[in-house]
C-alpha cells in the first residue's frame, strides 16, 4: 500500500466537491453565450448606456451580461423589454430588436 494521504476525509470530500462546481459551472459561472453569428432573445434587465453593457434574462431562464457594439442599439430598448439580440463572434451586441410575445393560450373547462 501506498503512503497515507495528509488530507482528512473533510479536505478531499471539499477539494474534490470544489472540482466539480468548476466543472459545472464553467469558466465564466454564467450561461454559455452562442456561437458565431448567432442571437439570443429574452426580457431586459438593466441597461447601462455609458458602460455598453447590458443584462438580460433569455428565454431559457439563464442570466446574460452582454456588451454593445455601440450606444445606438440600445437607445430604442428599455428594461423590461423583450429582445432578440444579434452577437458576433466575441459574444458582442451588434442589433438589439424588440419583439413581441405570443401569450400563450388559456383554456378554460365548462364545468
Same mark, same amino acid.
Given at each position: ?20 462546481? /468548476?466543472? @459545472? ?16 432573445? +429574452? $426580457?431586459? #434587465? ?24 455601440? /450606444?445606438? @442599439? ?16 466575441? +459574444? $458582442?451586441? #451588434? ?17
Amino acid at each position: 500500500m501506498g503512503r497515507p494521504s495528509r488530507l482528512g476525509k473533510g479536505s478531499a470530500l471539499a477539494i474534490g466537491f470544489a472540482g466539480l462546481l /468548476v466543472v @459545472a459551472l464553467g469558466a465564466s459561472g454564467q450561461a454559455s453565450l452562442p456561437t458565431a453569428d448567432q442571437s439570443i432573445q +429574452g $426580457i431586459i #434587465l438593466r441597461i447601462d448606456a455609458p458602460r455598453l453593457y447590458l443584462s438580460l434574462r433569455a428565454d431559457d431562464g439563464h442570466h446574460v451580461d452582454l456588451t454593445s457594439a455601440n /450606444v445606438d @442599439a440600445m437607445r430604442t430598448v428599455r428594461a423590461g423589454d423583450h429582445v432578440r439580440v444579434e452577437l458576433d463572434e466575441h +459574444g $458582442i451586441a #451588434l442589433n438589439i430588436n424588440k419583439t413581441v410575445l405570443v401569450p400563450r393560450p388559456i383554456f378554460y373547462s365548462r364545468g
